[in-house]
């Protein structure tokens, strides 16, 4: 068993989804306390709501699968 806590979802709707407040106040404190800008985001999906302050983002793309989103959402036309 690893340290810590363990939390995971075999898989999530990500809807509502993204949202990135402008002029977040917390954001704003720890952008003055860095001296660098940094930025609010919440992920919320039908499972959890993950808020989160930020200086940098990156992002990879993992695999092509949907396999799992096929099964779960209606095929669009």
Known sequence: MPDGYVWGSNWSMAYPGLDLPDGDPTASKWSERL???????????????????????????????????????????
């Not at 992920?43 to 099964?71: A, N, Y």
């Open 35 to 77: 001296g660098r800008p940094m930025h609010a985001m919440t992920i919320e999906t039908d499972r959890f709501s993950f808020s989160t302050i930020f200086h940098d983002v990156r992002t990879r793309k993992l695999s092509d699968d949907d396999s799992v989103l096929r099964q779960v959402t209606l095929p669009l036309a």
